[in-house]
């Protein structure tokens, strides 16, 4: 997984404005996740890339109770889904991962390079700040 610096997936950053988006605020979705079969649900337009072109539809994403239900959600996501396994086995490389997960998780095709950009920034900035600190 990549994390920020505070321990956030850094993805969920990417996809949900730092949990100031409306799917965060009003259905605990932090990550974009899609809404299947019976599963209470929120509908917002989103930008997905079809055929290449960035279009906007609406979809319905995943509404969950609470932050904590959502990360078990993403988590049991990419553990259980063979299309993740690639992600699973880069587990130990951020870059690896985040190009791993990108395949499947989002239909942008500069969504890794956005989820790393993402990670290297704050990674960058809390080692600036573990090295502003006194010793």
Same mark, same amino acid.
């Given at each position: 997984? &990549?994390?920020?610096? %505070? #321990? @956030? +997936? ?5 996809? =949900? ?5 409306? !799917?965060?605020?009003? $259905? ?15 509908? !917002? +337009?989103?930008?997905?890339? &079809?055929? #290449?072109?960035?279009?906007? =539809? $609406? ?15 993403? %988590?049991?996501?990419? !553990? ?12 130990? %490389? ?13 239909? %942008? +095709? ?7 950009? &993402?990670?290297?920034? &704050? @990674?960058?900035?809390?080692? @600036? ?7």
């Amino acid at each position: 997984m &990549v994390y920020r610096a %505070d #321990g @956030t +997936p850094a993805h969920g950053t990417l996809l =949900i404005s730092f949990g100031n988006s409306k !799917l965060s605020r009003q $259905a605990h979705n932090y990550f974009g996740i899609k809404a299947h079969g019976a599963q209470p649900f929120i509908e !917002l +337009p989103t930008w997905e890339c &079809v055929n #290449g072109e960035r279009v906007c =539809i $609406a979809a319905r994403f995943a509404r969950y109770e609470s932050m904590e239900e959502c990360f078990r959600a993403r %988590d049991g996501i990419i !553990l259980r889904l063979a299309c993740y396994a690639e992600a699973r086995a880069a587990a130990h %490389d951020p870059e690896q991962f985040a190009r791993a997960l990108a395949k499947h998780w989002a239909t %942008d +095709p500069m969504y890794a390079e956005k989820l790393q950009s &993402v990670w290297r920034t &704050v @990674t960058a900035y809390a080692q @600036t700040q573990r090295a502003a600190q006194p010793a």
